[in-house]
């Protein structure tokens, strides 16, 4: 949970208790934390960051797979219109987009530490 609950003033209880328990948060806040379905992105890639809660690991983890599937069934769609190079893998481009998404959205977090930090002086 950390950067977060300091970047906006609120403490993980609080947070947590907002929808119950941790568990009930890491199950219905990746469904409200989206755009037009898609995660943004933090929440989804690193909200299990240390943790050791199984429910929580296990619930963002089919999350993060599930999006994996459904990019990776795009690029297939992509390649069949001829989008994209007949030999495409596309379960390879969709792990290396997750790759780099999961980098930017690593460094977006280190971001908001930083700005936080600064903030508190």
Do not use: N, W
């Amino acid at each position: 949970m950390s950067p977060a609950p300091g970047a906006i003033a609120c403490a993980a209880v609080s947070l947590y208790s907002a929808f119950g328990d941790k568990q009930r948060l890491f199950a219905e806040a990746p469904g409200r934390y989206t755009r037009r379905g898609l995660p943004k992105g933090c929440l989804v890639i690193s909200g299990d960051a240390g943790t050791t809660d199984p429910e929580v690991i296990a619930c963002l983890r089919r999350l993060r797979e599930s999006k994996l599937a459904a990019f990776a069934g795009k690029v297939r769609a992509d390649v069949a219109a001829g989008r994209l190079p007949e030999d495409t893998d596309a379960h390879a481009l969709a792990r290396h987009t997750k790759s780099v998404l999961t980098g930017l959205a690593r460094a977006e977090l280190e971001a908001v530490a930083r700005i936080a930090e600064r903030a508190r002086g």
